[in-house]
């Protein structure tokens, strides 16, 4: 049984940091990524990356403060988030594929994990 846990989340200030893990139980997938949800609104994608880790995909409001990463011997992938703004405050959620399709749609994941909140304070 595929299982995708995420930990990390926490409580942090306005323009600190956190880093979040996704790992997976017993296998890498062809794409990883996160997203995320807020209170009264939808997921939304926030990044994702490639099994061999040479494609990496961000959402706009996430480029130049978050990275993604992975680390396929542990079977992780690994999202730093620096300088992060009270409405990067959400659950965010682990999920992964093989098969291709939109990267940027929570229905072309077929994995996911069970989420882990994130709050940053003003």
């Known amino acids: 049984q595929v299982q995708l846990v995420e930990s990390g989340g926490g409580l942090v200030q306005a323009g600190g940091s956190l880093r979040l893990s996704c790992a997976a139980s017993?296998?890498?997938?062809?794409?990883t990524g996160w997203f995320r949800q807020a209170p009264g609104k939808e997921r939304e994608f926030v990044a994702a990356i490639s099994l061999g880790g040479g494609s990496t995909y961000y959402a706009d409001f996430v480029k130049g403060r978050f990275t993604i990463s992975r680390d396929n011997a542990k079977n992780t992938v690994t999202l730093q988030m620096n300088s992060l703004k009270p409405e990067d405050t959400a659950v965010y959620y682990c999920a992964a594929r093989d098969r291709p399709g939109p990267l940027y749609y929570s229905t072309a994941y077929d994995y996911w994990g069970q989420g882990t909140q994130v709050t940053v304070s003003s």
């Open positions: 017993g296998r890498s997938f062809g794409l």
